[in-house]
Nanobody, 120 residues
Framework: QVQLVESGGGLVQAGGSLTLSCAASGRTFSTYTMGWFRQAPGKEREFVAAVSNRGLNTYYSDSVKGRFTISRDNAKNTGYLQMNLLKPDDTAVYYC?????????????WGQGTQVTVSS
């Protein structure tokens, strides 16, 4: 089973940008759809974006569409989430996961995530 480690979070002002990375272990990463999720304090984890196993198809939540871009580099076993025009509402812990389609199902495994804080 693939394991995933998120990185790249930080503190940024509203309107700024960040790029998150998701490093995968194992040789099966390229067979999985990859997704990003986030969880804000006091809220449930929510879907953010997904990219198909070869990177040809993407899917975004309405709240990030047009601002975030998901991508992957299977040669590096790494996925990315480019986040632009960040808003305070984007503040959350961000997680990546692997699944079988753009809408899941997703692995029952969650890493530690990476904190993104957007100041107003």
């Amino acid at each position: 089973q693939v394991q995933l480690v998120e990185s790249g979070g930080g503190l940024v002002q509203a309107g700024g940008s960040l790029t998150l990375s998701c490093a995968a272990s194992g040789r099966t990463f390229s067979t999985y759809t990859m997704g990003w999720f986030r969880q804000a304090p006091g809220k449930e984890r929510e879907f953010v974006a997904a990219v198909s196993n070869r990177g040809l198809n993407t899917y975004y939540s309405d709240s990030v569409k047009g601002r975030f871009t998901i991508s992957r580099d299977n040669a590096k076993n790494t996925g990315y989430l480019q986040m632009n025009l960040l808003k305070p509402d984007d503040t959350a812990v961000y997680y990546c996961n692997a699944g079988r389609s753009l809408t899941g199902p997703w692995l029952n495994y969650w890493g530690q995530g990476t904190q993104v804080t957007v100041s107003s």
